[in-house]
């Protein structure tokens, strides 16, 4: 079984940073592709940006330029620093890890519970 524990949310102010971390148990190896997603209220979630073992990464059109995914897979961590924080990135930013893709799903795919980031002045 496999845990994600996320941490470093909380409030700041426009133009701010924050660095989210993501601590991961259990099986968890280098061959799985790693991710952070968020969601506002009432709206879906999305892909913030995803990071494969072989450190490929891609982001949500929204947050390019301005944040950063990296993996220690050493220590089965990830992390997410956020630069340049607007109001619209208040979300809970969930991370999430996932192999065994089938082409249309992957068979071992895991959510944490999330944190909350907010950007208010």
């Known amino acids: 079984q496999v845990q994600l524990v996320e941490s470093g949310g909380g409030l700041v102010q426009p133009g701010g940073s924050l660095r989210l971390s993501c601590a991961a148990s259990?099986?968890?190896?280098?061959?799985?592709?790693m991710g952070w997603y968020r969601q506002a209220p009432g709206k879906q979630r999305e892909l913030v940006a995803t990071?494969?073992?072989?450190?490929?990464?891609n982001y949500g059109d929204s947050v390019k330029g301005r944040f950063t995914i990296s993996r220690d897979n050493a220590k089965n961590m990830i992390y997410l620093r956020m630069n340049n924080l607007k109001p619209e990135d208040t979300a809970v930013y969930f991370c999430?890890?996932?192999?065994?893709?089938?082409?249309?799903?992957?068979?071992?795919?895991?959510w944490g519970q999330g944190t909350q980031v907010t950007v208010s002045s």
């Open positions: 259990g099986s968890i190896f280098s061959g799985y592709l």
């Open positions: 990071i494969t073992g072989a450190s490929g990464t």
């Open positions: 999430r890890a996932a192999t065994d893709y089938t082409g249309t799903y992957y068979m071992r795919d895991y």
